[in-house]
């Protein structure tokens, strides 16, 4: 009897402790549905900007250093008088050039009275014609003197110019190492300071071996130039992640690729008026990849763990699995998937923090989700 009655109290305890348990609840979490389009990614590239003249500028005779008329980052024009050498030395060396020239036009006129001398006594039969050819070729080798003389004070005239050195094109001084009374050289290591014409700036970046195949593959035309051409402008973005308010052409790819990098080498164009760009500023190069029916999936739909990246996958029976997804590219807010996912699958959208494999959920597709927040709204 009195094992009868625990029997009863047992059955009685085990239905009330089940009674207080709570029911499972579900949670309700948007879902959307995979699909392909179109997207453009944009992937950026190291870069070093250039003038487009960079010059520098050296002396081209020696000298004292007597006059500089620039200042550093100064800009100037074409033609502009940027130092002076020393002229005086080459005053001199026209004026002895052009002595050495009178010299030699006189010995010239004393042959030429030497041939007419001689010629007479050759007609006379006075003399052979032998001394009359030593004369003649005399006066060829004094005619020769002469030229020698008249290049050498055209030399000395050119030397004298090179004293004034002017600005070969418009642009901005750089820094100045040499002043005012320093020995000049042509051979000197440094050069006097370097002129940088940004007017224009020329923007190279490499683009590596499996980028440019798909560089060729992506745009129209049979031959690269024609590939340039159809590329739509491109953005600068300079060291501190700004774009620059300009865009770029891509105008130049180089011939070869680089042996030590792997690397061939692309120059783009971008029009610098105000100056704001100088020689010697790096950046990147953001050039945009078109992609035409591409898995999209956004960002915020994505987990990552570990250096891989993960969705949540829902199943006909509403239940999750986490499944590892390939990433291509990036575009927007969306990555282009290249394995993993297939067009028409369903994933959580998010609100997924305490997911766990082979939970049940309530879907919501992201579209009436929508709905609702802007019915409540």
Sequence with gaps: MKTNL????????????QKKQPPVTLQTLPVMTVNTGDATTFQDYPAAIQGSDNVEIRPQVSGILDKVYIEEG?????????????????????????????????????TQLEIDKLSLLVEGKVISDFQLKTAKAAKETAIGNLEASKAD????????????????????????????????????????TELSDVRRVHVYFSLGEFDFIRFKKQYAGKTLQDKLTSLPPVELILADDSAFALKGKVDLIDGQFDKNTGAITFRATFPNPDGLLRS??????????????????????????????????????????????????????????????????????????????GEKIIPQTVKERSTNLAANH
């Design 6 to 17: 625990l029997a009863i109290f047992a059955l009685l305890l085990s239905a009330c402790v």
């Design 280 to 357: 010697g500023n790096t950046g990147k190069i953001r050039l945009g990849l078109q992609f035409s029916e591409q898995l999209l999936v956004p960002q915020s739909a994505t987990l990552e763990l570990q250096d891989k990246t993960f969705v949540f996958i829902v199943d006909a029976a509403n239940k999750v699995s986490r499944q590892p997804i390939i990433v291509s590219g990036k575009s927007g807010i969306n990555y282009l998937v290249s394995s993993g996912l297939k067009s028409g699958d369903r994933i959580v959208y998010n609100g997924f923090d305490h997911l766990q494999d």
């Design 153 to 192: 004070i055209a030399s000395a005239k050119i030397n004298l110019g090179y004293t004034l050195i002017k600005a070969p094109v418009s642009g901005y001084i750089g820094l100045l190492p040499r002043k005012r009374g320093t020995l000049v050289n042509p051979a000197d290591p440094s050069a006097l």
């Design 74 to 110: 100064s800009y100037v024009k074409a033609g502009t008088p940027l130092f002076r050498i020393n002229d005086a030395p080459f005053k001199e060396r026209i004026n002895s050039a052009q002595a050495s020239y009178r010299a030699a036009a006189g010995v010239v006129a004393n």
